[in-house]
């Protein structure tokens, strides 16, 4: 079965520029989350969505954006970027919210 | 608010050694734990995971770890390692109400020498 996957792998921006991530989750799972992974640290919490719902969001500014649709799969959105946007997005889907999360390979995003 | 503490940031060990990759919370409810691993320009795999049950948690790899509550710690350990084992391992926790957000560590280096 495949895993989560995510597109693009890579991507170099401008500052000011918008960025849009999509993620697909495990077939069967429901549940979606994102994660911003600077480099030298571990991942931190951006949102989740579950059956198309925000169901909950991390300390990030209103520039981050997401939505899930009806296959469940997910796109965050990142507007306005800044240098420090630059980071390895992780997308990780469950069966629902309780669940073990399982992660995707990422999308690792430079700004310029 | 729950908070993960991984005290070593790079642990060197020569290959066939035994290891032992630190890992303390701190969380006012009860928790879920768990060791993810990361190979280079990868995603995070799931090593292992403590729900309930047995204290000691045995995952892929060789790897297993162990639940201490009166210590606040999830060690995660291996009796010996390979080379292939030279990755970044995230541990990390997770309140056990229905809302899977996982709050990681900073991660530990493990660098696995001949």
């Known amino acids: 079965d495949a895993g989560v996957t995510q597109s693009p792998t890579h991507l170099i921006k401008t500052r000011g520029q918008h960025v849009t991530l999509r993620c697909s989750p495990i077939s069967g799972h429901k549940s979606v989350s994102w994660y911003q992974q600077v480099l030298g640290q571990g991942p931190q919490f951006i949102f989740q969505?579950?059956?198309?719902?925000?169901?909950g969001r991390g300390n990030f500014p209103d520039r981050f954006s997401a939505r899930q649709f009806p296959n469940y799969s997910s796109e965050l959105n990142v507007n306005a970027l800044l240098l420090g946007d630059s980071a390895l997005y992780l997308c990780?889907?469950?069966?629902?919210?309780?669940?073990?999360?399982?992660f995707g390979p990422g999308t690792r995003l430079l700004v310029l | 608010a729950q908070s993960v503490t991984q005290l070593d940031s790079q642990v060197p060990v020569f290959e066939e050694a035994p290891v032992e990759l630190r890992c303390n919370y701190s969380?006012?409810?009860?928790?879920?734990l768990f060791w993810y691993v990361q190979y280079p320009n990868q995603g995070l795999q799931l090593l292992l995971k403590?729900?309930?049950?047995?204290?000691l948690v045995k995952g892929i790899n060789g790897f297993e770890a162990e639940f201490n509550k009166s210590q606040t710690s999830f060690h995660l350990r291996k009796p010996s390692v390979h080379i292939s084992d030279t990755a970044e391992y995230f541990c990390?926790?997770?309140?056990?109400?229905?809302?899977?957000?996982?709050?990681f560590g900073k991660g530990t280096m493990l660098l696995v020498s001949p």
């Open positions: 990780a889907s469950s069966w629902d919210r309780a669940q073990t999360q399982y």
């Open positions: 969380s006012s409810v009860s928790v879920y």
């Open positions: 990390a926790s997770r309140g056990n109400s229905g809302y899977s957000t996982l709050t």
């Open positions: 969505y579950y059956e198309k719902e925000e169901r």
């Open positions: 403590y729900l309930s049950g047995s204290t």
